[in-house]
């Protein structure tokens, strides 16, 4: 019983952000697939900052978002 707790205390929670960051690092993930979503949020949280930013700038938010993932 007691390696059976063992099991879901450390080693379950580590296979589930292995399976995560997995599944980041497809093309599910990717800076197309992203874009959409980080401008939505943008828009969301800075509803008057978002028309002053650029494409560019929006683009490189999203990559910084990305990397910060990692």
């Known amino acids: 019983m007691n390696h059976l707790r063992s099991i879901f205390i ?3 929670p580590l296979l589930v952000w292995m399976l995560v960051i997995f ?4 093309d599910k ?6 874009n959409p979503a980080v401008n939505e949020i943008l828009r969301r949280i800075f509803p ?3 028309s ?5 700038q929006i683009d490189r938010i999203d ?3 990305r990397k ?3």
């Open 10 to 12: 450390y080693i379950l």
């Open 52 to 56: 002053y930013l650029s494409l560019e």
């Open 63 to 65: 990559w910084g978002i």
């Open 48 to 50: 008057g900052v978002i």
């Open 23 to 26: 599944m980041l690092s497809t």
């Open 29 to 34: 993930a990717s800076a197309s697939a992203t």
């Open 68 to 70: 910060a993932a990692h």
